[in-house]
């Protein structure tokens, strides 16, 4: 058995667009705030946490309902397509909104970005697991999350050059470049994948009785051990979101208050942090193939919680913090790659959606608490709180995922290194 890369980089493009707005709301987005509204840190947080409140229900609502939709393009393309449609119109806006010091339609025009980009997340996401035989995922899940992070560099590089050290930065430039790079992404994933086709060739690669027993007996007869692991594995979730998610939200803000770096510099740290996800991605999946998804998880909880614990100590900029930041993007990219595809695992075969968006949950849940709780702590504490603070929940995160018995695939290797490179049509 061999996963198709060709598919896997196609199906990518989706994952990538959606990374790259990401990284620009969670680097951008909090500067707005903090120097065009002056709004305080907490409040800030509350804001950021927007959009993780409206994920929290849209998400698996979304991902579910893509899981019953038929039509002549697919259950999961509508939702991409129309999704990004709208939000690469609303986020152009946001700029607009930020130059003219506008709050109720920077508010306005925020919020109809951050709905349309939950309306197409899960199906988005639920796109991969479609295409891929359960073995695989996690090798496939690798190469999603390098396109995820090409995404990331892509907008992180228009930040670093585009951002100005002084003087008041105009963003819209970036954003709508952004926006048009978005736009060529899922334009070529609607052009190279044929959603219905591959569908149908899925049936021929999965064990129809095991299917249709599961579409039999439905996802409510989850068996009580797998279940136990299944609510550890999304506590697990939520606890390391709530530790990583609040080092990305406010490490602009930290960098240039507490670091003292001045303008988009702040970009070229983050920068290296996502080139090291982008390498260690693909072989941290292989790497689970070999030694298990949970051992690889761990490893990269450990390693993100060392990596933390070693930053708090820096109280100026220092080149050191950049190699802490390239341990970050390996311990979650190890993480990150492989905890996905431990939920859908235990999912019945009709379902993926729908526990894609119980994956969703999980992470949003996480997000919307530890903006809000992280920023009190600065603004009424200090800046030095961000990273034991991150050290702690991410700590939490590896006791639980401890715990974790199922979800652990077992991989068939490919039987020689050529075999690595071969990609299907």
């Known amino acids: 058995m061999k996963l198709n890369y060709r598919r896997t980089f196609f199906i990518g493009l989706a994952f990538m667009s959606i990374s790259a707005f990401w990284q620009l709301y969670d680097s951008i987005i909090p500067l707005i705030l903090k120097h065009t509204f002056e709004i305080g ?10 959009d993780n409140i409206l994920a929290l229900f849209m998400l698996p609502l979304f991902g579910a309902f ?64 479609d295409v891929t035989p359960k073995p695989m995922r996690s090798q496939a899940n690798g190469i999603i999350n390098l396109m995820g992070a090409l995404g990331a560099v892509f907008s992180l590089a228009l930040i670093s050059f585009l951002v100005p050290a002084t003087g008041v930065p105009n963003y819209l430039g970036i954003f709508a470049i952004v926006a048009a790079f978005m736009v060529i992404a899922v334009v070529v994933l609607f052009g190279t994948i044929k959603e219905n086709k591959i569908a149908k060739e899925m049936e021929t690669v999965d064990d129809p009785a095991e299917e249709a027993k599961d579409e039999a007996s439905g996802s409510s007869k989850m068996d009580p051990l797998v279940r136990r692991s299944f609510w550890l594995i999304l506590a697990s979730i939520f606890f390391w979101f709530f530790s990583y998610n609040a080092v990305t939200t406010a490490f602009s803000k930290y960098v240039q208050s507490h670091l003292g770096v001045a303008g988009g510099g702040f970009a070229n740290s983050l920068m290296l942090a996502t080139v090291a996800a982008v390498i260690a991605f693909v072989p941290a999946g292989m790497i689970a193939a070999k030694i298990g998804r949970k ?13 933390f614990a070693l930053a708090s100590l820096f109280t100026t900029f220092t080149p050191l913090l950049n190699v802490l930041l390239v341990f970050v993007g390996f311990g979650w990219a190890a993480i990150n790659v492989n905890s996905y595809p431990m939920v859908v695992e235990m999912a019945k075969g009709p379902d993926i959606g729908k526990y894609t968006g119980y994956y969703y949950t999980a992470s949003m849940s996480a997000q919307i608490l530890t903006p809000v709780l992280s920023g009190f702590f600065m603004e009424h504490v200090g800046y030095g709180t961000l990273f034991p603070y ?34 299907e049509d």
């Open 66 to 129: 893509s899981d019953k939709v038929k039509t002549s393009i697919g259950k999961r393309m509508p939702f991409i397509l129309s999704g990004t449609a709208i939000a690469v119109i609303a986020m152009i806006l946001i700029p607009v909104a930020d130059n003219m010091a506008s709050l109720p339609l920077f508010v306005l025009v925020l919020l109809i970005a951050l709905v349309a980009m939950s309306t197409y997340r899960s199906p988005a996401v639920a796109l991969m697991p």
């Open 295 to 307: 051992r690889t998880i761990l490893t990269g909880i450990a390693l993100l919680a060392v990596c």
């Open 41 to 50: 840190d907490t409040w800030a947080g509350g804001i950021m946490a927007i």
């Open 390 to 423: 991150a050290t702690v929940f991410m700590a939490i995160a590896f006791i639980t995922m401890s715990q974790v018995k199922h979800g652990d695939s077992t991989v068939i290797p490919p039987k020689s290194k050529l075999e690595l490179l071969d990609v």
